[in-house]
């Protein structure tokens, strides 16, 4: 089956520094990529869409200069949190659409985040 | 706009009983997918079963069947001869084909206990 990758798996960074999170489609290519965020206990949360060679659609309450998404190719997205600030802990998830398919989407394995 | 129901934020079950999960949604588009999804406490979301709007039969996977109720818009989940694996977090979820770029929503989640 398809398979997206996620790296890091687990990070830890000092409040006010960047970190970036990187969603990889292996075995597939993905014109369309979501990231999630998801606090302990509770459901997954849209932030933004990210669509190949275009600007990310985020999603209401999000700021986009604080999350940036880069979509550069069919295979990999990236989550830059700028300026992380220990409310951005959380379990970061991105998952991915598999162009020759309308249902078919693919969880990458998630990002523990932790800024202390 | 989408929205996803789940009433239920944990459930009990006896081990090789059946347990049915609740979800509700609301949609304006005439077209869509209802997913369920298994997360357990490593975090990874496991694909359980699809339901499209348009499908005349109840989607059925293994252990897992979707009740699917278009008119009462509800799509349940049901897994028969419960197993200890099973214990984990469910979620339902949401995709509407049409429009909104095929994004996918969830539902609050439903915490399933399998009890020996």
């Known amino acids: 089956g398809a398979v997206v990758s996620q790296h890091p798996s687990r990070v830890i960074c000092k409040s006010g520094t960047s970190v970036k999170i990187e969603c990889r489609s292996l075995d597939f290519q993905a014109t369309t990529m979501f990231w999630y965020r998801q606090f302990p206990k509770q459901s997954l949360m849209l932030m933004a869409t990210s669509n190949e060679g275009s600007k990310a659609t985020y999603e209401q309450g999000v700021e986009k200069d604080k999350f940036l998404i880069n979509h550069a190719s069919l295979t990999l997205s990236t989550l830059t949190v700028t300026s992380a600030h220990p409310e951005d802990s959380s379990f970061y998830i991105c998952?991915?659409?598999?162009?020759?398919?309308?249902?078919?989407?693919?969880f990458g394995p998630g990002t523990r985040l932790t800024v202390t | 706009a989408q929205k996803i129901t789940q009433t239920q934020p944990g459930m009990f079950v006896q081990e090789k009983e059946a347990v049915t999960l609740d979800c509700t949604y609301d949609t304006s588009d005439p077209s869509y997918g209802l997913f369920w999804y298994k997360q357990p406490s490593s975090g990874e979301m496991i694909f359980l079963i699809y339901q499209g709007s348009y499908d005349q039969q109840n989607a059925t996977e293994g252990r897992y069947s979707l009740n699917f109720q278009k008119a009462r818009k509800s799509a349940n989940l049901v897994i028969s001869a419960s197993q200890l694996g099973d214990s984990a977090m469910y979620f339902c979820a949401m995709r509407g084909l049409n429009t909104g770029g095929f994004k996918t929503i969830f539902g609050a989640g439903t915490r399933l206990f399998v009890k020996a």
């Open positions: 998952s991915a659409n598999d162009r020759g398919s309308t249902y078919e989407q693919y």
